[in-house]
Nanobody, 124 residues
């Protein structure tokens, strides 16, 4: 059974950095595009970043471009999200998921095997 488990969230101040991790099990990790999404209270799930199966290609939401970096380690079956220059508006639960055929896909309905998420709170 496929499972994704996120970790690394926390309470930080604006301008700080965090590194989120997502550990996969029960699936052939290297076959999947991987994505990070976030969801704030009362808001829809929002695309953050995606990485191709090889890790060579990435896609970012405009709101995080230049501040966040997605990467993966296929040997360890993990995907990471390095978040720098955090802002209060980055506050949300961050979730990872397996993608479909393209790392360009940004719609949540094209992703599956969602983890439980990790809370990121950025204070001003």
């Amino acid at each position: 059974q496929a499972q994704l488990v996120e970790s690394g969230g926390g309470l930080v101040q604006a301008g700080d950095s965090l590194r989120l991790s997502c550990a996969a099990s029960g699936l052939t990790f290297s076959f999947y595009t991987m994505g990070w999404f976030r969801q704030a209270p009362g808001k829809e799930r929002e695309f953050v970043a995606a990485v191709s199966t090889s890790g060579d290609s990435m896609n970012y939401a405009d709101s995080v471009k230049g501040r966040f970096t997605i990467s993966r380690d296929n040997a360890k079956k993990m995907v990471f999200l390095q978040m720098n220059s955090l802002k209060p508006e980055d506050t949300a639960v961050y979730l990872c998921a397996t993608g479909g055929t393209s790392w360009r896909t940004t719609q949540a309905r094209n992703y599956a095997n969602w983890g439980q998420g990790t809370q990121v709170t950025v204070s001003s």
